[in-house]
């Protein structure tokens, strides 16, 4: 049976616009009950308060005055009272202010809601159009039907003097001419449904003016009272965390990125949503996020699904091209940039409520600008553009591929801001995407190098992971994972470097004997046993063509390699056998401890290290920058010191203890003589006349701080350098303190005579002779040759040390495998 209905839904399809939909979802996202509630009970407080601490207690009261059921409260006054106060500023001069543009904010949503109603639903708007023309349908259509029907079909009317026919379907038709009663109902009701479909569309636009116009007012008033420390995504408004609010914020975020230059001060703005669900102002620095709730958790989705790729890309460029910025304006694009950053990192964790980007099913859901950078998650846009660096020598890549690592690198760039740690299973997306990147684009060197781009991306993205420690050790264990990070040509091998700090330090307040620790002290030594066996690779020489053309920096991973062995030392200095010998261990299931007594120390999780990878690492710090070498050699310094000076107050471990010093002292010696050039002696001299201002210099500060903490696992000598800085005396002349400072940090030291000052320091007494070791002064670092240091060191040894100097030696000897 013909029809002229039509429905509020086939106006929206007409129209391509949904006034009636938007209104109702608007009316929806604001809550105007709710809102009005909560205006009562302000306006009485306000009434009955004068002082904005009062109005925030009053409210209080008055909501749990409200809500009772037989005098019963369903109100927590008490607690209510504590967090509105808390919520206004402490009841001090920034609650007024507060309370004013919650109120600004609460009366505009009321308006714009009633103005958005008005225009589908009021007085000559949308809502009476439609009513007025689906009547005036129904009655066309009822005169149709009652007109008399012709008993024969005439011809059609002549033609026009351009020669064609008059159109058909007019009021009336062509006289005398049959019109089915399909083809009428169709004419009746297109007429009808083209004036409320015209009348759709304006109002449609004056809905969006409208609401458009409140949302950035309501993102001004955000500001404002992000500015007084109000969490605006806990406020009982609800206004700034609705969908709504989410993909306006996004759509005006992205047109502003796409201004040249983009205004700071609005970016910022644009994302005070994202900041009040990313932290609470009255928590600490540095608080994970809240687990995100239903409302929070749309608000993400659709603020970072209004994004896309090339939204992400350009932000994360914003934060290193501050070029016509003043600092304070370059911080606040930072800034900017590390919410979105956060937000991502917030979304993709399942455990705080989130996506699981591990999950398949759940791929769909990950943000389409997010997971064009991903591989693995079901998206090949990345790979497929990084793809032509691998045929280099075949087709030099063109410019698209150009264009995917320049985006790529934005991307990396932009998830480098981050300081929200990403989840576990995020974390493993980001490493296997940086992983992957990087693999592809480093044969774009294998013609030879012209003018290829860097990849920066793949190092940002293994930063970002670092956050996460606990994924970092898991990652680093992964045999497969390990070894594709470490054999790859890093242009700047940062990111790969912070995955292994993070991967292999046990974090604060963990303790080393725990469970908890192992993961991190089995990174440890998957590390520096593929680092000792395979030299090569961390100094970026997998690949000679690739190494030769390819601008490399492999020295941040060379300097994370030689801090691993440092906070290790005291595993890594143990003499060990061949190849056989080498491999974690940890307590069994119910045991205690795995070795009772390593330099006078207990350990559960431990490793041993074979002769060639030992000697592979210290080969590998001996040839690495001359930066990273200073600081190894440093650092190194203050492990041998701080250990023979322990040794000695604990005089039951000193043999093991200073054997162990002595032998890492011969492992460097063997570096060096492995590779012996004629400069060789004369080093040997100048490290020989150092050591005098710098081992009396060193001794000098342990023996006024007293004891040194013991250098166990991932304690120890690791950053005691950096304390010895700022806690040393001083000489008293500036430029000799200078030098003894340069000479510490070349490391340059003859073993024994660190030694020798570390016992004078620790006051060491041999009861045989009744004699103290300062009883034995040795040369103050001034005007003193070798042949004084010698004799001295030799005369304190001897005398007060006999039994223990020899065990320097020895170890020496089991280090250089010297044989003279």
Do not use: C
Not at 213 to 220: I, P, S
Not at 403 to 411: E, M, Y
């Amino acid at each position: 049976m013909p029809t002229v209905h039509f429905t509020r839904a086939d106006i929206e399809q007409e129209a391509g616009r949904k006034p009636w939909t938007r209104s109702r979802e608007f009316t929806d996202e604001v809550d105007p009950e709710g809102i009005a509630d909560s205006g009562v009970i302000w306006s009485r407080a306000a009434a009955e308060a004068g002082d904005a601490g009062g109005r925030a207690r009053r409210a209080t009261g008055t909501a749990a005055e409200a809500g009772s059921v037989d005098a019963t409260t369903l109100v927590d006054a008490d607690r209510r009272v504590e967090e509105t106060s808390r919520a206004l500023g402490d009841d001090g001069d920034d609650a007024a202010t507060v309370a004013h543009y919650l109120a600004l904010a609460a009366k505009d949503a009321l308006h714009t809601a009633y103005d958005v109603d008005q225009a589908v639903h009021g007085k000559g708007g949308l809502e009476e159009v439609y009513q007025r023309e689906l009547a005036a349908a129904g009655r066309d259509w009822a005169d149709w039907q009652a007109r008399p029907v012709p008993d024969l079909a005439l011809v059609p009317p002549a033609r026009t003097p351009d020669g064609l026919l008059p159109p058909p379907g007019g009021n009336p038709p062509w006289p005398g001419f049959s019109e089915s009663p399909e083809a009428a109902a169709g004419r009746i009701r297109a007429r009808h449904l083209a004036v409320v479909k015209a009348a759709a569309v304006t109002a449609a636009e004056t809905v969006a003016d409208d609401i458009a116009a409140y949302h950035r007012r309501l993102t001004d008033y955000g500001s404002e009272l992000a500015e007084h420390h109000y969490d605006i995504a806990d406020s009982p408004l609800h206004l700034w965390t609705t969908e709504g609010l989410a993909r306006h914020l996004s759509a005006e975020f992205a047109d502003e990125l796409d201004r040249r230059p983009p205004d700071p001060d609005r970016l910022l703005a644009l994302t005070e949503g994202l900041a009040a669900i990313l932290t609470d102002p009255y928590t600490a620095p540095g608080t994970p996020p809240h687990p995100l709730t239903p409302a929070t958790r749309a608000y993400l989705e659709e603020f970072l699904g209004g994004l896309d790729a090339a939204d992400l890309a350009v932000l994360g460029a914003l934060t290193e091209r501050t070029e016509g910025l003043d600092p304070g304006q370059a911080g606040i694009q930072f800034a900017a940039a590390r919410r979105v950053a956060d937000s991502v990192m917030l979304l993709l964790d399942p455990d705080l409520g989130g996506v699981d980007p591990a999950d398949p099913e759940q791929f769909d859901d990950i943000p389409a600008a997010v997971r064009t950078f991903l591989i693995g998650t079901g998206d090949s846009t990345l790979a497929e553009g990084l793809t032509p660096a691998i045929l280099t020598q075949l087709d030099a890549p063109d410019g698209a591929y150009r264009d995917a690592l320049t985006a790529f690198n934005g991307f990396g760039t932009l998830m480098a801001t981050a300081d929200t740690p990403p989840g576990d299973a995020f974390a493993r997306v980001l490493a296997d995407t940086a992983v992957t990147a990087q693999t592809l684009s480093q044969y774009q060197y294998m013609d030879g190098g012209y003018e290829d781009l860097a990849n920066s991306g793949s190092g940002d993205l293994l930063s970002a992971v670092a956050l996460n420690t606990e994924a970092s050790a898991g990652l680093l264990t992964d045999d497969t994972f390990r070894e594709g990070l470490l054999t790859l040509h890093w242009e700047d091998s940062g990111g790969a470097a912070a995955l292994i700090g993070s991967g292999t330090t046990v974090p604060e307040g963990v303790d080393e004997h725990s469970d908890a620790a192992r993961p991190y002290v089995e990174a440890a030594y998957d590390v520096l046993a593929y680092a000792g066996d395979h030299v090569g690779d961390i100094q970026g020489k997998h690949n000679g063509t690739i190494a030769q053309y390819a601008p490399l920096d492999h020295a941040p991973l060379e300097r994370a390699v030689g801090d691993t062995m440092v906070r290790y030392m005291n595993l890594v200095s143990q003499l060990s056998g061949e190849a056989g010998s080498s491999g974690f261990h940890t307590t069994a299931a119910g045991g205690d401890v795995l070795f009772s007594n390593l330099l006078g120390e207990n350990h559960t999780h431990a490793f041993e290290l074979n002769r060639g990878q030992q000697q592979g690492l210290f080969r590998l710090m001996h040839h690495a920058d001359d930066e990273v070498r200073a600081g190894f050699e440093r650092d190194l310094t203050a492990w041998k010191t701080a250990t023979a000076y322990q040794a000695f107050l604990d005089d039951r471990h000193a043999p093991s203890a200073l054997q162990a010093v002595g032998r890492v002292a011969g492992f460097e010696d063997y570096a060096a003589r492995e590779n012996d050039s004629g400069t060789l002696p004369m080093k040997q001299r100048i490290t020989a006349m150092n050591t005098i201002s710098t081992a009396a210099w060193v001794s000098a500060g342990l023996a006024g701080l007293g004891a040194v903490p013991y250098a166990g696992v991932s304690v120890g000598a690791y950053g005691l350098i950096e304390g010895l800085r700022y806690t040393l005396p001083d000489p008293g002349d500036n430029g000799v303190r200078a030098a003894q400072w340069d000479s510490i940090e070349r490391g340059d030291e003859p073993i024994r005579t660190i030694v020798a000052y570390a016992a004078q320091a620790a006051g060491y007494e041999n009861p045989t002779r009744g004699e103290n070791a300062t009883d034995y002064p040795l040369p103050e670092p001034n005007g003193i040759n070798e042949t004084d240091i010698a004799n001295a060191v030799t005369d304190l040894e001897s005398n007060i040390y006999p039994g223990y100097w020899g065990q320097v030696v020895k170890g020496f000897d089991q280090g250089s495998l010297r044989t003279s």
